[in-house]
């Protein structure tokens, strides 16, 4: 049972290249979320899918596109990155969205953009 | 905007003292609270979390909960120098993803 994958664990990128970041969960779970964390500024939700076919903005989705592609796997798409892009993402998936959910977290891609 | 506050820190505590976490919250409809331990260069991992109001124990971990004051506690007892982390404190209200503070970072002195 590997929970929550992650890959590539760390990318390089040009600003204006592109890239997919991969996301899978084993746990049969039925939301995916997409975070970033940057220095001093916390987790910030990027997108999330409550539910498989279903795909919501968070806090900071400009600049991100993401996939559900199956209820497994969440994908976060750069079309065009920018420096500010630079930050550590992290999946994350629970069982639902109510209260009693918590969620669990993959171990994180380190992205820098130059 | 539901908020979630915690003081950075660092809280620096000795070893084998207890180390005290709070977090604030701005949303009174919050229904549950978790309590995130995330290691330098690691992913968050949960260690408790807490529905109702008063006192969880699970060892050497306590969550406290007081939703009139809006405000919610880690203690850690017997605090380790393994214990030396960024702490993260999750609100959930209905059928919302959680919202996350920005962490305390605390560090136990042996």
């Known amino acids: 049972n590997a929970g929550v994958t992650q890959t590539p664990k760390f990318q390089v990128l040009k600003t204006g290249q592109s890239m997919t970041l991969q996301c899978a969960q084993d746990m049969n779970h039925n939301s995916m979320y997409w975070y970033r964390q940057d220095p001093g500024m916390g987790l910030r939700l990027i997108y999330y899918s409550a539910s498989e076919g279903t795909t919501d903005k968070g806090e900071v989705p400009n600049g991100y596109n993401v996939s559900r592609l199956n209820k497994r796997e969440f994908s976060l798409r750069l079309e065009s990155a920018a420096p500010s892009q630079t930050s550590v993402y992290f999946c994350?998936?629970?069982w639902g969205q109510g209260p009693s959910y918590e969620q669990y977290f993959g171990p994180g891609t380190r992205l820098t953009v130059t | 905007q539901k908020e979630v506050e915690q003081n950075s820190g660092p809280l620096s505590v000795p070893e084998g003292a207890i180390a005290s976490l709070n977090c604030t919250y701005s949303?009174?409809?919050?229904?549950?609270f978790f309590w995130y331990r995330q290691y330098s260069g690691k992913s968050p991992e949960l260690i408790m979390f807490?529905?109702?109001?008063g006192d969880k124990e699970d060892g050497r971990f306590t969550a406290q909960l007081n939703k009139a004051s809006q405000y919610v506690s880690l203690l850690i007892r017997d605090s380790q120098p393994s214990d030396s982390a960024t702490y993260l404190c999750a609100v959930n209200s209905g059928n919302t993803p959680l919202v996350f503070g920005k962490g305390t970072r605390l560090s136990v002195i042996a």
């Open positions: 807490i529905y109702s109001n």
């Open positions: 994350a998936s629970s």
């Open positions: 949303d009174r409809g919050s229904q549950s």
